[in-house]
């Protein structure tokens, strides 16, 4: 099966651009959540679809992040405009409904996105 | 403020060794911790997991040990080769019964064995 692909691999921006990530999540996984990592920092969460409703987006920094994620299959993640501290790498991951306790997710291989 | 402290920051271990990688937890609602393992240029990939109703969990050369009065949970790599050198993130979720959830990670270990 094939995993989560994200696009594109490496960002590399001018602080006050725009930028858009892509998530393809595993087909027919309902869960589908955006994750960062700052340089050296713990990933933290950002938010979290179960098929195209946002379930949980507490972890969004700021109104300059945008997720959507039509139809309940890929999602995006739009940071406009962006700024330094937006650096970082963006993982996504998905997972299938259980409905009971939590399972693995698989994470996609990320975007290094850097703001300069 | 974080939620899940994790480490060492980094560990050098001889081939063959044990590496052993720790974390601490505060919130007590967490009942699943899992351990990923990622590679340069890869996402975290889940190594193993364990939940607070046993204190012990193997799988392989990697095990978990866990004490949930002392809020403590460790990764131990037996006999560690080279191509365990990876980062290592540990992590806390409360699912309960409402399906996934998000995790809270540690700040990663990165793991170098040397031949």
């Known amino acids: 099966e094939a995993g989560v692909t994200q696009f594109p691999s490496h960002s590399v921006i001018e602080k006050g651009q725009t930028v858009t990530l892509r998530c393809d999540p595993i087909?027919?996984?309902?869960?589908l959540y955006w994750y960062r990592r700052v340089m050296g920092k713990e990933i933290k969460f950002l938010l979290h679809?179960?098929?195209?409703?946002?379930?949980?987006e507490s972890g969004m920094p700021n109104n300059r992040f945008l997720a959507e994620r039509t139809g309940g299959t890929y999602s995006t993640l739009k940071v406009q405009p962006a700024e330094l501290e937006d650096s970082g790498v963006y993982f996504c991951?998905?997972?299938?409904?259980?409905?009971?306790?939590?399972?693995?997710?698989?994470f996609g291989s990320g975007t290094r996105l850097t703001v300069v | 403020q974080q939620q899940v402290k994790q480490s060492p920051q980094s560990l050098i271990v001889q081939k063959g060794g044990i590496s052993i990688i720790n974390c601490a937890y505060e919130?007590?609602?967490?009942?699943?911790f899992p351990w990923y393992q990622q590679f340069p240029g890869k996402g975290p990939a889940l190594l193993i997991a364990?939940?607070?109703?046993?204190s012990e969990k193997k799988e392989g050369r990697f095990t978990i040990s866990f004490n949930k009065s002392a809020k403590q949970f460790s990764l131990h790599i037996m006999d560690s080769q080279p191509g365990d050198s990876a980062t290592y993130f540990c992590?806390?979720?409360?699912?309960?019964?409402?399906?996934?959830?998000?995790?809270?990670f540690g700040q990663g270990t990165r793991l170098t064995i040397n031949p």
């Open positions: 679809f179960v098929k195209e409703s946002k379930q949980d």
């Open positions: 919130n007590t609602a967490f009942d699943y």
């Open positions: 992590a806390a979720s409360n699912g309960g019964l409402q399906g996934a959830q998000k995790l809270v």
């Open positions: 364990i939940r607070p109703d046993v």
């Open positions: 087909s027919g996984h309902d869960n």
């Open positions: 991951a998905s997972s299938p409904w259980t409905g009971n306790a939590n399972y693995g997710y698989t």
